[in-house]
């Protein structure tokens, strides 16, 4: 007989954009229904570099909750953007604040707002990550190499041999997130790698190939970085976040952009899954039979690797359907999220 609810420890989103501004009063409280904590992404315009721009940050994360007198519970896990010319002793001053809890790293180029990332990580980094390392602060990697000579489909099994495999073998105690893998090789890597290292899997990877970009025309709708893969990436995707390993956990990376940065003629990367993402993540694990999998995977795996308890309280889903809307309101504008106008077999009730 089919599970009709699924009951679980409440999640965490381990890799998530709120903006700020208007837009962050139109998503924040999206990803506060469903979970208790995320990590949120520090690449602003002008990025989070700083210590004290990100308790600054925070700040307008939780005022901007509370100006919707929202009932939701949620903690923000603060990040700070690394650069080029980002000082070891800012790690010491992040750690010891209690809010930052991880480092990003944003090949210079590879995606939305990252243009002050780094250009070359062990050129310029060794002290910033000998720190990091001492003080057990994360790095956070986006894992495509942005060489212009290297296919877009290949960039991130590409960055594995540039610059996971150095990395590690420089810094074997850092920990290390791949963000939002999208490859068998970034999974087979992330299962098998010596040292604190994991992974992140968004809903869109887990659910879609990269067909879904073309069927009936261009969808700009599921068009993200790292992009969708072939379905045999997809199938080692379920495998890994499904499996009994704990280094994979949520990130959902959902990143609000405006229908129309959307759909222009050269447009933005990110999907948008905060409203739905508990729904699409069960979606996917119960096409699979793994429903019994999805708690180790949302609400467990992460909080062990950042040294933090799982939250006490418990979520439950329903087996209901779940018309995602064609589009929801973004501030003064509107955002379509990801699958806009299907349906899906379970429903978040709180």
């Given at each position: 007989?089919?599970?009709?609810?699924?009951?679980?420890?409440?999640?965490?989103?381990?890799?998530?954009?709120?903006?700020?501004?208007?837009?962050?009063?139109?998503?924040?409280?999206?990803?506060?229904?469903?979970?208790?904590?995320?990590?949120?992404?520090?690449?602003?315009?002008?990025p989070v570099t700083t210590t004290e721009q990100a308790v600054a940050y925070r700040s307008r994360i939780m005022s901007a909750l509370a100006a919707q007198d929202s009932p939701y519970t949620f903690t923000p896990l603060m990040t700070l953007y690394l650069t080029d010319n980002t000082p070891a002793s800012e790690i010491e001053k992040a750690k010891a604040s209690g809010v930052v809890h991880a480092v990003k790293l944003y090949p210079a180029g590879a995606?939305?707002?990252?243009?002050?990332?780094?250009?070359?990580?062990?050129?310029?980094?060794?002290?910033?990550?000998?720190?990091?390392?001492?003080?057990?602060?994360?790095?956070?990697?986006?894992g495509e190499v942005t060489d212009p000579d290297v296919d877009v489909f290949d960039r991130e099994a590409v960055f594995i041999d540039r610059v996971m495999l150095p990395l590690r073998r420089q810094f074997p105690e850092l920990k290390v997130v791949f963000e939002h893998i999208t490859t068998?090789?970034?999974a087979d890597y992330v299962m098998h790698a010596e040292g604190p290292v994991a992974a992140t899997i968004t809903p869109q990877h887990l659910l879609y190939n990269r067909n879904a970009l073309f069927q009936g025309g261009?969808?700009?709708?599921?068009?993200?970085?790292?992009?969708?893969?072939?379905?045999?990436?997809?199938?080692?995707?379920?495998?890994?976040?499904?499996?009994?390993?704990?280094?994979?956990?949520?990130?959902t990376d959902s990143a609000p952009h405006v229908k129309g940065q959307k759909e222009k003629d050269c447009g933005c990367a990110g999907c948008y899954s905060a409203f739905?993402?508990?729904?699409?993540?069960?979606?996917?694990?119960?096409?699979?039979?793994?429903?019994d999998r999805l708690e180790a995977f949302a609400?467990?795996?992460?909080?062990?690797?950042?040294?933090?308890?799982?939250?006490?309280?418990?979520?439950?889903?329903?087996?209901?359907?779940?018309?995602?809307?064609?589009?929801?309101?973004?501030?003064?504008?509107?955002?379509?999220?990801?699958?806009?106008?299907?349906s899906l077999p379970w429903r978040f009730v709180g």
């Open positions: 007989m089919a599970t009709e609810q699924l009951r679980i420890r409440r999640p965490d989103d381990w890799h998530v954009h709120l903006r700020d501004g208007s837009v962050l009063a139109s998503v924040v409280a999206h990803t506060a229904r469903q979970f208790a904590r995320a990590i949120v992404m520090p690449n602003l315009t002008p995606t939305t707002n990252s243009d002050a990332g780094v250009t070359d990580l062990l050129k310029y980094g060794g002290a910033v990550l000998e720190a990091m390392q001492k003080h057990e602060l994360p790095l956070l990697v986006h068998k090789e970034g261009l969808r700009p709708h599921w068009y993200c970085l790292p992009i969708l893969k072939r379905e045999v990436h997809r199938q080692a995707l379920l495998a890994a976040a499904t499996s009994d390993s704990p280094r994979f956990f949520l990130g739905h993402a508990l729904e699409l993540y069960a979606t996917a694990f119960e096409s699979v039979g793994k429903l609400s467990l795996n992460g909080p062990a690797f950042y040294g933090l308890e799982p939250n006490a309280e418990h979520v439950t889903l329903e087996r209901a359907p779940l018309a995602i809307p064609q589009a929801l309101a973004l501030a003064n504008d509107q955002i379509v999220p990801l699958a806009a106008g299907e």
